[in-house]
Structure formats: C-alpha cells, structure tokens
C-alpha cells in the first residue's frame, strides 16, 4: 500500500534524520545509527526460503528497541507485512512488506524506530509536537 517515497517523506520530517548508504542501500540515520534501511533478499536469504515463496514487494527493515520488541512487534504486526528471517536471528530488528502496510501503520513504525536512536532531547521536542501518532 505504501512504497519508499512514502518512507523518504515520513522520516524526512524526524529531526535529525540523516539520508546514507549502507551496504550499497539506502538508509536512514539519526545520532548516527541505522534505524531504517532498504533490504532486499540477498542469495543466501533467498536460498533459506527453500520451497516458500519470499514476501514480493519493496521491503524495509526497522530497528526495534530490544528483542523482546521485536517478538512484540512480530506478533501484533504479523498481519500488517511485518516478519523476520534468520539473518535477523538476534538481531533487534524487523522487516516491512511495504505492499502490505498502511501508511498510518508505516508512520507508527518509523516513528518507533527513529526514537530507539535519536537523542533524548531531540525525542522529547519532536513528541512535544503532537507525536506520536497514535
């Protein structure tokens, strides 16, 4: 339902939101860490996917405070195009099919992740504004 103009306009009004490139992808930093970042399926996840079809569709990957989070996360937002696969086995991440989301959905998400990296002060202000969205 929402495509990568829909993130580059949503994190390009988080404070402090730069633009980079990791791995030769697209990614969004704020205090100078990764919290989203375009991540199509390498070979090796390809080739893990076994007889499964993998998620079609433009897919992002978020930071999630904890792994904890992330298994929250993936339980209340299995159905909205979030899930994982095993190169994020322990990793506090989770990744977007973002065919499948809602653009409210999507802004919730992305907010939760910049605010995993952005400085407190910048967090606060930014929250003081009339975030978060829900």
Known sequence: MVGFGDVERVVAGLPGTVEAER????????????????RPFSKADLK????????????????????????AV?????????????????????????D??????????LLDAWLVHAPADVAKTHLGQGYPLR
Do not use: C, N
């Open 23 to 38: 791995h030769g992808m697209q990614t969004w930093t704020v205090g100078g860490k990764a919290y989203a970042w375009v």
């Open 48 to 71: 893990r996917f076994g007889e499964e079809t993998p998620p079609e569709g433009p897919i992002l990957a978020l930071t999630v405070e904890d792994l904890a989070e992330k298994e």
């Open 74 to 98: 993936l339980a209340a937002r299995a159905g909205d195009g979030f899930f994982t696969i095993p190169h994020f086995d322990g990793y506090a991440a989770v990744l977007v099919q973002l």
């Open 100 to 109: 499948k989301v809602s653009e409210r959905v999507l802004e919730e998400a």
